[in-house]
């Protein structure tokens, strides 16, 4: 490692960070030979930046495949339309022009113009389509960018090209009402407006204090993408934000919100490598997505896997990503682990049991009701307990002794003061104590160091929104280079406890801070397909 390097790193006992990433236990970039994550983890970081892309095709590139199946989709299309089109019109103007006949004379005249004139349309049509289809596709693959210039550029060439045997007055007509045409497409389908509705604040505190009101529409950076949202998740993290205990980062927007769903309709400059509008994505924030548009980093932002919904796609990124994070890249989860999970019913909590179970752990979680034991069960917990029914430590125990195991390898919660002592004693030797939240409180008095190095435990805590956009990027990689594939073999499924409209947005706080949680929670702005 060079100087300059070495200087922007920091060096601990947990393991090398830099100094930008308060708190980070895994490096963002790591090189074979430097500092381990801990004395007691094999988890290799370099995993976090893959040299080689995991696609077919190399990242970027057009699937032209796609663009000739629009192609030919429009081109029939189109034909289909005027065939229906033009024998309306010739029905018609057959009934109008021979009222004077009769019989099976008239019947052959009007078979004869709707033939005629749906033939004739058709023709016409397909051939707009098809000049405009070829200008389409030659301008994508010249430009290797598929964008609104692409639309008014082929509209104006087609109505150029295909009044061009009039005259050049009639091919100039042609090509305005062409660009006309075109230009009020796009600005129909793909402009963005200047305002937006999103949840906002009269200030910190209760429920109350959110309401539906109108802001700006975000500007888009180089690397970003702007989504039209449909749906957004609603996370822990969002309540405590509202009660002024959660700031989001330095230059992030003060509107809620972690996760969301939606599609693309604009597309920095760079962000065109990897995305198009129009593409349908959910998209990890550190903050925007309670909004009708929310802005995302081009590394944060996933295709939503096929069979996935609007609605249950909104309430992947945050919780998921959260409990992949602190499982795997800081955890080190593998087969053979046990791993105890708190709060296994909480949104978080559903995705890390799954997620522990898709690397070949087995599992325990707490949990506050038997409803709630059963839910866990379902989804793959091993074992559940209701804390509320007594000491749950010695029952713990017992559990990691039936599975041969002197304690657990794995603590994932987010718990916090009151857990401290307990998950010390169930703790096993080589361990990981990894904390995402403190929803009881920070303070540790019962924290024993002296059980920490008999046990050896690792003690992380990790915070996800506050990470780097290159953090955040390598992460999104490893999900989806690691886990993604299970949401296609059903072995990770998003299980979405209740959803509801954007204006009963208080409605969903209440819920989340009640503890009736069983999965996810996601409210809808677009009630579209869901």
């Known amino acids: 490692m060079d100087t300059k390097d070495s200087n922007k790193r920091s060096f601990s006992l947990f393991g090398n960070y830099n100094l930008h990433e308060p708190a980070m236990n895994v490096p963002v970039h790591s090189t074979p030979g430097t500092n381990?994550?801990?004395?007691?983890?094999?988890?290799?970081?370099?995993?976090?930046?893959?040299?080689?892309?995991?696609?077919i095709l190399p990242e970027g590139q057009k699937e032209r495949r796609g663009r000739l199946e629009l192609m030919f989709f429009t081109i029939g299309g189109s034909v289909i339309a005027g065939s229906a089109v033009g024998s309306a019109s010739g029905l018609y103007r057959g009934l109008r022009e021979t009222r004077e006949l009769t019989g099976s004379v008239r019947t052959s005249s009007i078979i004869?113009?709707?033939?005629r004139q749906g033939a004739t349309t058709a023709s016409a049509m397909g051939t707009i389509a098809l000049i405009y289809s070829l200008f389409g596709t030659g301008i994508s693959w010249a430009r290797d960018v598929d964008d609104e210039l692409n639309t008014v550029a082929s509209?104006?060439?087609?109505?150029?090209?295909?009044?061009?045997?009039?005259?050049?007055?009639?091919?100039?007509r042609g090509s305005l009402f062409g660009l006309g045409l075109s230009s009020i497409y796009v600005k129909k389908t793909m402009s963005v407006p200047e305002k937006m509705r999103a949840v906002l604040l009269k200030g910190f505190g209760d429920r109350d204090n959110l309401y539906i009101g109108e802001t700006d529409v975000p500007k888009i950076k180089d690397d970003e993408v702007l989504v039209k949202v449909h749906a957004f998740g609603v996370n822990r993290a969002d309540t405590m934000q509202r009660k002024g205990q959660y700031p989001p980062p330095p230059g992030v927007t003060d509107i809620i919100g972690l996760e969301a769903s939606g599609e693309i309709v604009l597309v920095g400059d760079k962000a065109k490598e990897q995305w198009n509008n129009g593409d349908k994505v959910m998209v990890l924030v550190a903050g925007g997505g309670y909004a009708e548009y929310v802005l995302a980093h081009m590394g944060c932002v996933m295709k939503i896997p096929e069979g996935i919904s609007m609605i249950d796609a909104a309430g992947i990124p945050e919780t998921f990503l959260t409990a992949y994070?602190?499982?795997r890249l800081i955890g080190n989860i593998k087969k053979g682990d046990i791993a105890l999970i708190h709060a296994g019913a909480s949104g978080v909590g559903t995705a890390a049991i799954q997620l522990a179970k898709f690397f070949g752990a087995k599992v325990a979680t707490t949990v506050g009701s038997n409803e709630k034991i059963a839910y866990c069960k379902k989804i793959g917990a091993d074992t559940a307990i209701n804390y509320k029914h007594g000491p749950w430590v010695k029952t713990l125990q017992e559990f990691t002794r039936e599975?041969?195991?002197?304690?657990?390898d794995i603590v994932y919660e987010s718990?916090?003061?009151?857990?401290?002592?307990?998950?010390?004693e169930v703790l096993g030797v080589d361990s990981r104590w990894i904390v995402y939240s403190c929803q009881s409180g920070t303070e540790a008095d019962k924290l024993s160091l002296s059980t920490l190095m008999r046990k050896r435990i690792t003690l992380s805590g990790t915070v996800l929104r506050a990470r780097s956009a290159d953090y955040k990027t390598n992460l999104v990689k490893c999900f989806q280079n690691e886990a993604i594939n299970g949401f296609l073999n059903g072995k990770l499924k998003i299980i979405t406890d209740k959803t509801w409209p954007m204006e009963q947005i208080a409605d969903a706080h209440k819920y989340m801070e009640d503890n009736l949680t069983m999965g996810k929670l996601v409210v809808t702005i677009i009630q579209d397909e869901q």
């Open 36 to 55: 381990a994550l801990s004395p007691y983890l094999n988890f290799d970081p370099t995993v976090l930046n893959p040299s080689k892309s995991q696609f």
């Open 112 to 115: 004869n113009y709707v033939s």
């Open 155 to 172: 509209g104006g060439l087609t109505g150029l090209l295909y009044r061009s045997t009039a005259g050049w007055k009639g091919a100039v």
């Open 325 to 327: 994070q602190g499982l």
């Open 403 to 408: 599975w041969n195991k002197p304690g657990f």
């Open 415 to 424: 718990i916090g003061k009151d857990y401290v002592e307990a998950n010390q």
